[in-house]
């Protein structure tokens, strides 16, 4: 039975892999002069955390401080793309209307995402995601656990909330995010095809089923 309700944040409550492709390519040209392909995407950037994505892109090993001032770096090219482009700069479709019967109906919810604190706070900001969300129950990567495709990002979020991992529902993105859940034992994963095209998502054993946005999420609770 599904008791409490965890969210993946980029390419699946909103669908930015344009703007993240975006920000990587203008930083890493910037850094190394190079162009990154489609299949490093897919492999080293969507729902990884920074430092797998930088070692692999710059070619070392980064202490944490080093970590830190890079992805910032990185992420101000992000954020400035975000409010450039104020239109897209939103929640996917049905979203905000599932946020609000997950509150009629008092099911706890968190969010489960790679980003840092900065950009946590910037969309809580602009996103006016405290209407559904206590700040203070989102996982973010701090540093301090690994990152996807290790389960400790899905297992922290279910602690947060207070609700065992089989009796949580996963909304999730990227291949590394669902490798996660699952090995988190979460009860329910569905596949949200934003990065991930559907056949390649039908390829990844473990999902519940694979949706296009939230029109109907309410039937996953069923």
Not at 111 to 126: D, Q
Request: charged content about 30%; aromatic content about 12%; hydrophobic content about 40%.
């Amino acid at each position: 039975m599904i008791k409490g309700v965890i969210f993946d944040f980029n390419g699946t409550m909103f669908f930015d892999s344009d703007i993240q492709e975006s920000a990587w390519r203008v930083f890493l040209r910037k850094k190394t002069g190079k162009e990154i392909t489609d299949r490093e995407f897919h492999e080293y950037v969507h729902g990884r955390n920074a430092e797998i994505s930088l070692s692999y892109f710059l070619e070392k090993t980064f202490n944490k401080c080093e970590i830190e001032s890079l992805a910032e770096e990185k992420e101000v090219i992000y954020r400035e793309l975000c409010l450039r482009d104020k239109s897209r700069f939103k929640l996917t479709n049905g979203l905000p209307k599932f946020l609000e019967v997950l509150k009629y109906n008092k099911l706890p919810c968190t969010i489960a995402t790679a980003s840092g604190l900065k950009n946590v706070k910037f969309f809580f900001e602009h996103l006016n995601l405290d209407k559904w969300f206590d700040f203070n129950d989102i996982v973010y990567d701090d540093g301090t656990f690994l990152g996807k495709p290790e389960p400790d990002i899905f297992i922290k979020a279910s602690q947060k909330i207070k609700i065992a991992p089989v009796n949580c529902i996963v909304f999730e993105d990227a291949q590394s995010g669902v490798i996660a859940a699952k090995r988190a034992e979460i009860g329910r994963i569905i596949g949200i095809f934003a990065n991930l095209s559907q056949s390649q998502l039908q390829k990844i054993e473990g999902l519940h089923c694979i949706v296009e946005d939230f029109s109907n999420a309410h039937i996953f609770l069923e």
